[in-house]
């Protein structure tokens, strides 16, 4: 018996709505982090531009460290309107983590795709006592989904979950 290839619509208002999963928020203290993290990465421009505007004669001078200072504060509101949008949402096939605040993203691994994952620490984080969750798929040398901000034991708990699922599908 040979069979018919069938290639069926799938109306979309049946697909379901990722927006009804329950995502996961970040400790406060990425926030803070972010903020940190912020805070050395703009402050030495704007200590930089102000140094150089003090000890220069010229008074356009000025525009410098205060468009580094706008910057700056670009940045810090750019962490405060986006904490809230980062979390993650688990399920039992994927894991999704969505981030931003003008440029949204949410991105979606499923977990049959997933080669490998890996939890990492830097120093900053340490301090806070953080850790992202890096995943990877097949045919790429760099993570495909990176869950920063997390506990250590909840990466931990995510890193061996993942991998559990992932295996089932090896």
């Excluded at 003090?54 to 001078?61: F, K, Y």
């Excluded at 894991?95 to 003008?102: A, E």
């Excluded at 049959?112 to 620490?121: D, M």
Aim: aromatic share 12%; hydrophobic share 40%.
């Amino acid at each position: 018996m040979e069979s018919v290839w069938e290639n069926l619509e799938v109306p979309i208002e049946e697909l379901p709505q990722i927006e009804e999963v329950h995502f996961q928020k970040h400790p406060l203290r990425y926030r803070t982090y972010r903020y940190v993290l912020g805070l050395f990465w703009t402050g030495l421009p704007v200590a930089g531009t102000s140094a150089f505007a003090v000890l220069s004669e010229d008074p356009l001078a000025y525009s410098v460290p205060a468009g580094a200072l706008l910057i700056a504060a670009f940045a810090f509101l750019a962490v405060a309107k986006g904490y809230p949008r980062r979390a993650y949402a688990l399920r039992e096939r994927d894991l999704t983590y969505r981030r931003g605040w003008i440029f949204t993203s949410m991105t979606t691994v499923p977990f049959n795709r997933i080669q490998h994952t890996e939890v990492s620490q830097g120093p900053l984080e340490r301090k806070f006592a953080l850790c992202t969750l890096n995943i990877y798929t097949a045919g790429g040398s760099t993570s495909d989904l990176s869950v920063p901000g997390l506990e250590a034991d909840e990466a931990a708990r995510l890193r061996d979950y993942v991998a559990r699922k992932a295996a089932q599908y090896a």
